[in-house]
């Protein structure tokens, strides 16, 4: 039996009640809920969410990360990452040296996730081709490919629309979009922290289109730099309303900023508190999406195993290698085994669970 005493106590008694019903919360509960002192008490709702949704599983998959090049035209303040074009440091992978880096690893991955910066110079012949090399070396492997920023900016580039982009990107193996340039969708931040990227109305069409398309996608709130609590909640509740309307959206993904290396600078840095507080709001609000990750990659692997007991129930997977957040000053290992994983989640008192890109579990 949920005690609902301690909720009485900080003035939260009816919200925790729909809380445990499920029942869909407002933008005022989840102000309310980030303003609650006891971050133990809103923990204990989002788990209780979490595993209502999921019981005492732990997912994982065998995945890997693919950094196509680093070259971006759009500049983000927050970016460590990028490089001008014939920046020193710069790099673009041809699909021959992409293939080369997959291999190294010999154990077959069943999720491929394809990433990169918005290259001036490379067009949509290139990505066909590098998805229909992925897809003939691993057949059985996931293409989950290309934030919505990078596919606008492909339509851009070639004259045609998103959903066109899309389309001939599914031809050629796309299985999925990743949730990557959501950041945040509040304009004033945007415009600061963003301001070349496709607005917040242009990130949500393009992921609507996907869905409409047949192709799932993930979807991520990037949080703790300029950005305010009612910000976030604003952020969680529009991919409520876009999931509302077309479904798509398979797992959330909330991505603590990393200052080190970013010209963006904030005054208060994020505590490990405020990151978990922002993850059992997250589970809390986003009623119809199913899955909310532990991203270890940013969060760390401890934070990433707290996390679980906050709201999350996947862990992501192997990696294997990840440039975007390490090179932001994330200072987790670049990959983990199998091993490694499966003892961290039972270690947490949890199911550990493989799965692939659709959260269907590996037996």
């Not at 204990?44 to 070259?71: C, Q, S």
Request: net charge neutral; hydrophobic share 40%.
């Amino acid at each position: 039996m949920f005690d609902l005493s301690r909720y009485k106590r900080l003035g939260l008694a009816d919200l925790a009640e729909r809380a445990l019903a499920g029942e869909r919360l407002s933008a005022g509960d989840g102000l309310a809920l980030f303003a609650c002192p006891d971050v133990t008490a809103l923990g204990a709702l989002a788990h209780h969410r979490r595993e209502a949704l999921h019981g005492r599983k732990a997912f994982w998959v065998r995945n890997r990360h693919l950094n196509y090049t680093n070259v971006c035209v759009n500049r983000c303040a927050f970016c460590a990452y990028h490089r001008d074009p014939g920046q020193e440091g710069g790099f673009t992978l041809t699909v021959r040296e992409a293939l080369t880096k997959l291999a190294a690893d010999k154990t077959p991955p069943r999720e491929i996730h394809v990433v990169g910066g918005c290259h001036p110079g490379l067009g949509l012949d290139y990505f066909e081709e590098l998805l229909r090399a992925l897809k003939k070396a691993y057949p059985h492997a996931a293409l989950k490919c290309f934030t919505a920023v990078e596919i606008a900016h492909f339509a851009q580039l070639e004259g045609i629309t998103t959903r066109q982009v899309l389309q001939r990107l599914q031809q050629a193996g796309l299985s999925m979009l990743p949730g990557g340039g959501a950041e945040v969708f509040a304009e004033a931040v945007r415009t600061k922290i963003c301001p070349r990227k496709i607005d917040a109305q242009g990130w949500l069409r393009i992921h609507g289109e996907a869905h409409e398309l047949g192709l799932s996608t993930n979807c991520t709130l990037l949080f703790g730099h300029l950005e305010s609590r009612a910000d976030r909640v604003d952020h969680l509740l529009r991919l409520r309303e876009q999931q509302d309307r077309t479904g798509g959206f398979t797992c959330f993904i909330p991505l603590p900023f990393l200052t080190e290396n970013s010209r963006l600078k904030v005054d208060q840095p994020l505590d490990g508190l405020e990151e978990l507080r922002t993850i059992a709001v997250s589970r809390l609000l986003l009623d119809n999406i199913p899955h909310v990750k532990a991203y270890w990659v940013m969060l760390g692997v401890k934070q990433a195993q707290a996390a679980l007991y906050f709201g999350a129930d996947d862990f992501d997977g192997t990696v294997v290698e990840e440039k975007i957040g390490h090179t932001a000053g994330a200072d987790s290992e670049q990959a983990l085994a199998r091993q490694d994983i499966e003892e961290m989640l039972a270690g947490c008192g949890l199911t550990p669970v493989e799965r692939d890109a659709l959260f269907r579990e590996v037996r």
